[in-house]
């Protein structure tokens, strides 16, 4: 198996601007979605490089009505201490994420449960796929969750990415996008709402992409300061590494 790293992860967005230090990623479909309107570190930046990447990135912004900056640190990275003290004095969120992979015959089946159905969204599904991801989204603002609607309807008809519902004893409970490119099939979107969870439903909706892309490397990103991640490594996830980010938000 080759090497998966950051570079496998599936960016909605595009490169609009790239140079020896960053490349800019822009989206202006969904201005408000911050994954997909950052600019991405190539090699670590000093506090004066990077004030200058955080002036333009923010003067881009701020001309299409845009309210946060957000930024990828080099992948494997740690942030050196004169940098990471400054992001924290200049009220910079900070975060990282880990990169995990598994072959599909590694990992660990749980019993077939008779009460969840995993579907592919097609047809009526798709209103379902559409109301149970909605209340979600409605958590980062009705702007948000409504530009989310029409990304969705995007993605929808490309072709390689399916759409994932799962149903609780005939009840939408959770949903995941799989994004199939190459020889990897990277699971993203993935929740379980709340009342739904621990009863294996997760785990069903994982091992339905384990058999429907059973050629591919599974791969996900998910966040190194969250508990799925605990998850993972027990299914047999392998570790691949960290990215750090920031981000800032900005007032009216």
């Known amino acids: 198996m080759r090497e998966i790293t950051f570079e496998d992860i599936y960016t909605i967005g595009d490169v609009i601007f790239e140079n020896d230090m960053y490349r800019h990623v822009h989206y202006p479909e969904m201005l408000i979605r911050y994954d997909s309107n950052f600019l991405e570190f190539k090699r ?17 912004h701020h001309d ?35 990169l995990y992979s598994i072959d599909p015959c590694e990992f660990r089946k749980k019993m077939n449960l008779e009460e969840v159905n995993v579907k592919e969204v097609e047809g009526q599904d798709f209103e379902k796929f559409i109301s149970l991801q909605y209340d979600q989204d409605l958590e980062y603002g009705k702007e948000f969750a409504d530009q989310k609607v029409e990304l969705q309807k995007r993605q929808f008809k490309d072709p390689s990415i399916v759409q994932l519902l799962a149903y609780f004893k005939g009840e939408p409970a959770g949903a995941a996008d799989v994004i199939s490119k190459g020889d990897t099939a990277e699971i993203d979107g993935f929740f379980v709402l709340e009342r739904f969870q621990r009863r294996g439903i997760g785990s069903c909706i994982q091992q339905y992409v384990m058999e429907r892309f059973h050629d591919k490397t599974i791969i996900l990103v998910a966040d190194g300061e969250d508990t799925p991640r605990e998850m993972y490594l027990k299914q047999n996830y392998q570790y691949l590494g960290f990215q750090y980010q920031a981000q800032k938000v900005f007032g009216e």
Do not use: C
């Open 44 to 60: 670590m930046p000093s506090v004066d490089q990077f004030t200058s990447a955080a002036k333009y990135l923010r003067e881009f």
């Open 64 to 98: 299409r009505g845009q309210k946060h900056i957000k930024f990828y640190f080099p992948p494997n990275m740690q942030i050196p201490g004169d940098l990471n003290t400054y992001l924290k004095d200049e009220g910079f969120s900070l975060g990282f994420m880990e």
